[in-house]
């Protein structure tokens, strides 16, 4: 059963914006934080971002001050705005929890984001 959805990614051009959603099931959630990977091609999976479930945030060095990462617990959905995108931001975006490269764990289908003039 799918219990990560990931969806809102797309084609944005350098300097634009685009905003990632992640339906999470509900366990997902009632164990706290969360996180955004990506993944680029002929690279590994990185981490993004994380959030603890009270909205404490953070961020990689290489996104810091560009993206946003935020939750509606009663949706269960994790969010991730993305400014100013840059070429290198091009990647399949992923929801997990913040240990999810530390364990053997399930991903979803993921968001592809291409970022090109």
């Known amino acids: 059963q799918v219990q990560l959805v990931e969806s809102g990614g797309g084609l944005v051009q350098p300097g634009g914006s685009l905003r990632l959603s992640c339906a999470a099931s509900g366990r997902f959630f009632s164990i706290g934080a969360m996180a955004w990977y990506r993944q680029a091609p002929g690279k590994q999976r990185e981490l993004v971002a994380t959030i603890t479930r009270g909205g404490s945030t953070n961020y990689s060095d290489s996104v810091k001050d560009r993206f946003t990462i935020s939750r509606d617990n009663a949706k269960n959905t994790l969010y991730l705005q993305m400014n100013s995108l840059k070429p290198d931001d091009t990647a399949v975006y992923y929801c997990?929890?913040?240990?999810?490269?530390?364990?053997?764990?399930?991903w979803g289908q993921g968001a592809q984001v291409t970022v090109s003039s």
């Open positions: 997990n929890t913040p240990w999810a490269l530390t364990s053997v764990v399930s």
